[in-house]
Every structure is written in C-alpha cells, then in structure tokens.
C-alpha cells in the first residue's frame, strides 16, 4: 500500500481549509515498470519472429500471421492492464469531514463526503473488503490493494476516528 501523507491539494482539488488528521493516497501496485514492459515485448516479439520464421521455412506461412497476432494481442493487453492501473484514491480525514476522491483511469475525479463522527468502518471476512457507511451511503475502497493493506489501512482508519471522537476535556465529577 502506498500512503503518502500530506497529499497535495492541487492533485485532488481539496478545498477544506481545515486541517488534516489523515491523508492517504491509495495506489496499486505496479510491478513492471515501463523499461521492462520494452524488454518484454522486445523479448515476445522476437520469440514470435523466430517461431513465426521456422514455420516458414517448413511450408506453414499462415501460422507466422497468427503467432504475429498474438505478439499484438499481448501487447494491448498490457497496454488495457497499465491504462486501468492509472486509478488511485485518497483519503482525508478532518475534524469535519471524511473525503473519498476516486481518480478513475480516464481521469474523472468521483468523490464522497462523509460525517467522520458517524463514519463506520467495515470488513467483509470472506474477501476482506473495506467498507465505508455513513447514513445509508456506503462504498467500498481500496480495492485494488492486497488484504493485509486492506486490513491494515481499516486499523488506522478506526484508530485515528477513535481519537478524533475522544472527547477533549475530561470533565470532573
């Protein structure tokens, strides 16, 4: 999980002046950068040439088509596989606001406001999703990290709403 704290707020378009108890920017995990996405396909590419070349030379042209073919198709379907990993969400905590903001792949910003004092934080146990609910709207983020970022991240949420909803001033009895 990638929480990076103190998010900017001209990334998000924030307009709370208040400050933040939380923030995290919620990433998935890329694990081919785009130097080794080239090798990849350098390295597809030339296999399939090969292979598409021995079939050649034993007669069977049409085959060089299809193997050319699927070279393309794994390299769109990578290409489909970065464009979705282009999502992330953030979240912000205040003493007045819960803030969810979605930044889909086609780069539309969708966002949730919630009361941080009647915010629940819940986890499903059969795949482990984080579910925000708050006065009958209820959504579900992180998905894309793995369960024990999940979980993790479900921990501090509650831990830094417990603290927000400790009472200030201990009155004396």
């Known amino acids: 999980m990638d929480m990076k704290y103190n998010a900017s707020e001209e990334r998000f378009g924030w307009r709370d002046d208040a400050p933040a108890l939380f923030e995290a920017i919620l990433e998935p995990h890329r694990s081919l950068s785009p130097r080794g996405f080239m090798i990849l396909i350098c390295a597809v590419a030339m296999v399939s040439f090969v292979a598409g070349m021995a079939f050649i030379m034993i007669g069977a042209w049409p085959v060089f088509g299809f193997i050319g073919l699927d070279a393309v198709l794994i390299y769109v379907a990578f290409k489909v596989n970065f464009h979705s990993a282009k999502i992330y969400e953030s979240v ?29 934080i819940a986890t499903e146990d059969e795949d482990t999703r984080l579910i925000l609910s708050s006065h009958g709207k209820s959504i579900t983020i992180g998905e894309f990290l793995t369960v024990s970022e999940r979980v993790e991240l479900a921990e501090t949420l509650r831990e830094e709403l417990e603290i927000l909803r400790a009472p200030r001033h201990q009155q004396a009895v």
């Open 92 to 120: 912000r905590l205040t003493e007045e606001v819960f803030l969810v903001e979605r930044m889909r792949p086609n780069r539309q910003v969708v966002s949730w406001r919630f009361q941080p004092y009647w915010l629940q």
